[in-house]
């Protein structure tokens, strides 16, 4: 697997955490200890006699008017590092060429240092994709609003753009923001402002039914439960960390979240009519049905991609070309020709322990 060189320093002198991000979830193990998504304790109830033929399978789906071959979105990964160019320029390619979604790092080191654009900026690679551009929420209560989440937007032709909730993450980091007070009227307060979708979305613990419902309240368009079991941006955190006692309050959290089985699941409950995406653990197609099956709209997938991405171009389009045909093959052998199909049958259920 290609090494991503260590940037000590960015634009304005202070540390390229967007490099050290980038490498550190290549290079080390930042996946959550003692938890998982929880999709292991459901199975398939297998179908010996689908009454469908295979070539009738139907992956397809409408996201914010965009058509996509398959209900997958590589989630947001990177932005703002040198590095991070031709990842996202490798990305964008697997998006266009296999018809999914694509979500592009926070935006915030765009608005900053306006050079850094051709770090984020795919769309012409990726005419055709859901194209979600992304900034941290928290930044809403500090000097930006609605006309800067425009310029992100504006800036990327992103469809959507994606607000990002990491309480434990900005606490952990020496150098965080955790000015969080009042942030979901100003997450309303731009819902209300923009004529282009908002999403909300953890960034890998999971968000409550209660917060779920608040967010749709507020006026999102949809929610990203993002739940634990699989990156730990805690663990990521950990390895940026040099200071004992930091390195051991960060190991602390290893295990910390919802897993994102029973987010989606309390979420659906909440919010039985509205636009849901589930990410957090989600390694291959057999999962995305599961998800699917609990009632997701889109699912995300990072690190497999990013892995992917690193090694080159076929081997992103083998990763998606490997997980969309695994889902295919899982409808097939369920009887479910279509994605509702999938998620109106029982055909999934909890294992016994």
Not at 4 to 33: C, F, M, W, Y
Not at 128 to 135: E, R, T, V
Not at 306 to 333: P, S, V, Y
């Amino acid at each position: 697997m290609a090494r991503v060189r260590r940037i000590e320093k960015d634009v304005d002198g202070t540390p390229s955490r967007k490099a050290e991000h980038l490498r550190i979830n290549l290079e080390q193990d930042v996946s959550g200890k003692g938890v998982t998504s929880g999709f292991e304790a459901f199975r398939f109830r297998h179908c010996a006699l689908p009454e469908i033929d295979l070539d009738e399978v139907a992956t397809d789906c409408e996201v914010f008017g965009r058509r996509l071959r398959a209900p997958v979105l590589i989630s947001s990964m990177t932005g703002g590092a040198p590095e991070a160019r031709e990842i996202n320029r490798r990305l964008a390619l697997v998006a266009q060429q296999s018809g999914l979604a694509m979500g592009l790092g926070s935006g915030r080191a765009l608005l900053e240092h306006p050079n850094l654009l051709p770090t984020f900026d795919v769309r012409a690679i990726a005419p055709d994709s859901l194209l979600f551009a992304n900034l941290g929420a928290v930044q809403l209560n500090r000097r930006y609003g609605a006309a800067e989440c425009s310029k992100i937007v504006e800036l990327l032709q992103a469809d959507a753009l994606i607000l990002h909730l990491n309480p434990l993450q900005e606490a952990l980091q020496p150098e965080g923001d955790t000015i969080f007070r009042g942030l979901l009227s100003k997450i309303a307060a731009v819902c209300k402002a923009v004529d282009f979708p908002i999403v909300v979305k953890e960034v890998g613990w999971g968000l409550s039914s209660d917060v779920v419902s608040a967010l749709f309240d507020a006026g999102v368009s949809a929610v990203d439960i993002a739940g634990a079991g699989g990156t730990s941006w805690s663990e990521v955190e950990r390895y940026r960390l040099c200071e004992p006692w930091r390195v051991r309050v960060a190991a602390a959290f290893a295990s910390w979240g919802i897993p994102t089985a029973e987010a989606l699941i309390t979420a659906r409950e909440a919010a039985p009519s509205h636009t849901i995406f589930a990410s957090g653990g989600i390694r291959d197609g057999n999962d995305v049905a599961k998800a699917i099956a609990l009632g997701a709209d889109l699912v995300g997938i990072a690190a497999p991609f990013l892995k992917a991405a690193a090694e080159g171009n076929d081997a992103g389009n083998q990763c998606a070309r490997e997980i969309i045909e695994t889902l295919r093959i899982a409808m097939f052998c369920l009887g479910a020709r279509t994605l509702a199909d999938l998620r109106s049958g029982s055909h999934l259920y909890p294992i016994q322990r």
